[in-house]
């Protein structure tokens, strides 16, 4: 069915009905100038993130399901929000859509966002929808609450460094969706040119990409998750970071950005970094650095903290977090300790950045 | 300078620095995973709005200076606020920009957000900044506070209808601007023709627009304003709007609205609509009807809002208010009486909509 069909009205009607509010600090949602949110003192700050995708930069609908997108785009916003050692509570949503784009489609996109939402326990109150004249655009709000919110700027010398998780997994699945797509086009391009563009009659060869036992890079790239339970986890331990950020430009980036802000240098240790077996497994396939893609690979949403040494007993209870170096005085700099023990390399950040000239 | 000299980061940091939080309640601002806002409970609830403008669709930089179209961006959020009888405190800003654009570019759309703030007492407290494929895309979510929000559903049969300030202004210099835009590109492509492309050595025809007499309508489109001073006015005169919203698709949708919301009708009188000398003479020029523009021109970001009768007293000592029309019971629909009084047009929302065929 077009979009035309509904109007603009209609549209933003037909996807946010049935959409019911779960949280009681939701007042209003959908169908006003404003969403209005009541949150008590109890609860603590409000804490608001806000992410723009836009296809050809962020996505690729080539690989990218409409649902998994719509799942993804939430899941990034409720990522930064835990990153603040937070609770997301309420997102406003809005689309930029081209014509090419049908009701099912966004029903689609819809119904990934709103599994998100339930899942993650989130009210979508509000948004803008719009016709584009060029691709997708997807703009995320993401509003919560954090009676105690952790700042980037907080870690001090000696604190230990820790990640949730395992590192580098969806950037593999990255490099291994873009592998298939070129060789799906290259033998799409080899038929067209054989059959005169299918002028012979033959048909379209069948592609099937081959991702047997690569499911879980996959998922991380396509359908990653954002950290509530490490979160949870570090509250019921009395775990009490003094810095937190979530891992999406890479570990190396987000380590630099922790240490600037507070004024410290870090050393990590090469052979502590978490690492998958398929992401290893994969790297060596593509004869890729695994420490490489697990530095600076990008869009893992774990979470990256800093935690005072005190603790260090308590943060080894809580499971799925790793130790991964320690803290230092600012003059020593940000270096990660090679596997064999000998030598320093400095960090940069290597992490995506679509302004960087080709 | 091209945006690549920064790259993402160091472009954030060159856009926000010097950014000074103006209000207590904005804890932290630009740098972390999220921006940390804390109101206080006598200040009341929380309101939230986002708008997606992107180029091609809601503005075109052939005639919108880009300091213009920042300030606009904001003020367009900014009034979505006030139309909940609230006050905007913080925005966040997320920008799409393509290769074409410049740092100084940048500066001057920056220049105009900072100015709204301002101006509005806002802080740009966050955001995002990604490369585009296409055009420039801009979206903005606004948080406030509103001590007693006031909803598009709360109209009842025999309010009184009243509109802030005056329609059809912003539509008219829309038209205008498109003119000109025409004969510029008229003159422009005849110059080519019969220069060969400059190739006689002839220089291309300086333009000149003929807006004088006409600077009125061209800031109602270019620059709009919201009604912060509206919203004052009416709290200090102990007016309790029933129902409020901003007219930015045009009076006649945003009636139908109300009404629809609330489950009442409504009659607007013709000879009522707040007409300005200049949007009048305008839509003689153009030959254009001038009440079609007043209710179905849309981006006037007036304040549409119904008030008991008892508070007819107070609100016609609020200046910048007119009354036009009184609510109904839901059956008699909504309807415009002509200026000769003898008859009833339905309301119909013939405002912008983006998604129709052409």
């Known amino acids: 069915m077009e979009i035309s069909h509904y109007g603009e009205f209609g549209l933003i009607r037909h996807l946010t009905e049935n959409i019911e509010l779960k949280n009681p600090s939701s007042v209003y949602g959908v169908g006003d100038d404003c969403a209005v949110i009541n949150n008590t003192p109890e609860e603590g700050m409000t804490v608001v993130t806000t992410d723009l995708l836009l296809e050809g930069i962020h996505f690729d609908l080539t690989y990218c399901p409409l649902r998994h997108l719509g799942y993804k785009a939430c899941v990034v916003n409720f990522s930064d ?8 509570r309420q997102i406003t949503v809005s689309l930029g859509i081209s014509k090419r784009f049908s009701v099912e489609d966004l029903d689609e996109l819809y119904a990934g966002m709103k599994l998100a939402c339930d899942i993650y ?7 803008d929808t719009s016709a584009s004249m060029t691709g997708l655009t997807i703009s995320i709000t993401a509003i919560g609450v954090a009676k105690h919110p952790v700042y980037r700027n907080g870690a001090r010398p000696n604190d230990l460094v820790c990640v949730s998780g395992d590192l580098g997994a969806a950037y593999m699945g990255l490099q291994l969706l873009e592998r298939e797509k070129a060789v799906f086009w290259k033998e799409y391009d080899e038929w067209r040119r054989k059959s005169n563009n299918g002028a012979d009659g033959s048909e379209a060869p069948k592609f099937q990409p081959k991702f047997e036992g690569r499911e879980y890079l ?18 019921e331990a009395g775990v009490t970071p003094t810095s937190m950020m979530d891992i999406s430009d890479g570990l190396s980036s987000e380590l630099l950005h922790i240490c600037k802000q507070s004024h410290v240098g870090c050393r990590v240790y090469e052979e502590r970094l978490p690492i998958d077996y398929q992401t290893a497994v994969q790297a060596e396939e593509f004869n890729l650095n695994v420490t490489t893609a697990a530095m600076n690979g990008g869009e893992d949403y774990e979470l990256l903290f800093t935690v ?9 209870q809580v499971s799925g977090v790793r130790l991964i170096g320690h803290i230092t ?19 940069k950040a290597q992490g995506w950045n679509a302004f960087t000239q080709d």
């Open 218 to 235: 996959l998922e991380r790239q396509l359908k990653p998750e954002a950290r509530k339970d490490i979160v949870k986890a570090l509250q």
């Open 329 to 347: 005085d600012e003059k020593l700099g940000c270096a990660m300790i090679t596997r064999d023990g000998n030598s320093e390399v400095m960090l």
């Open 81 to 88: 929000v835990y990153a603040m050692m937070g609770t997301p």
């Open 121 to 127: 326990g989130v009210d979508l109150v509000g948004g």
């Open 308 to 316: 005072p040494l005190e603790q260090h007993e308590r943060i080894q």
